[in-house]
């Protein structure tokens, strides 16, 4: 079946850095484009940075263009999420997720998924 697993997550200083990974199996990578969302307390799930299946084209939300770098290893079925110059507006669930069949990264948002991993956290904290 398919699976998505996180890891990566933890507490970190302002300023530093965390690279968040995406396991994925049950399902061949390279057909698919991957996400990462992010979900704040009492805040809604965002969408954070999108990589496409086909040209490895990103996309990034405005609030991290410049700091998050997403990226793809489809021959390690492994999605990262590259997090430099950590905020504390940062912290949140982290989750990545598969964009349904065909679809493009843009716009990103939850309808477009179609399985969700569990989540990650992450705290920017000094």
């Known amino acids: 079946q398919v699976q998505l697993v996180e890891s990566g997550g933890g507490l970190v200083q302002p300023g530093g850095s965390l690279r968040l990974s995406c396991a994925a199996s049950g399902f061949t990578l390279d057909y698919y484009a991957i996400a990462w969302f992010r979900q704040a307390p009492g805040k809604e799930r965002e969408g954070v940075s999108c990589?496409?299946?086909?040209?490895?084209?990103?996309y990034h939300t405005d609030s991290v263009k410049g700091r998050f770098t997403i990226s793809r290893d489809n021959a390690k079925n492994t999605v990262y999420l590259q997090m430099n110059s950590l905020k504390p507006e940062d912290t949140a669930v982290y989750y990545c997720?598969?964009?349904?069949?065909?679809?493009?990264?843009?716009?990103?948002?939850?309808?477009?998924?179609?399985?969700w991993g569990k989540g990650t956290l992450v705290t920017v904290s000094s």
């Open positions: 990589i496409s299946r086909s040209d490895g084209s990103t």
């Open positions: 997720a598969r964009v349904k069949r065909f679809r493009p990264c843009f716009p990103l948002g939850s309808y477009g998924m179609d399985y």
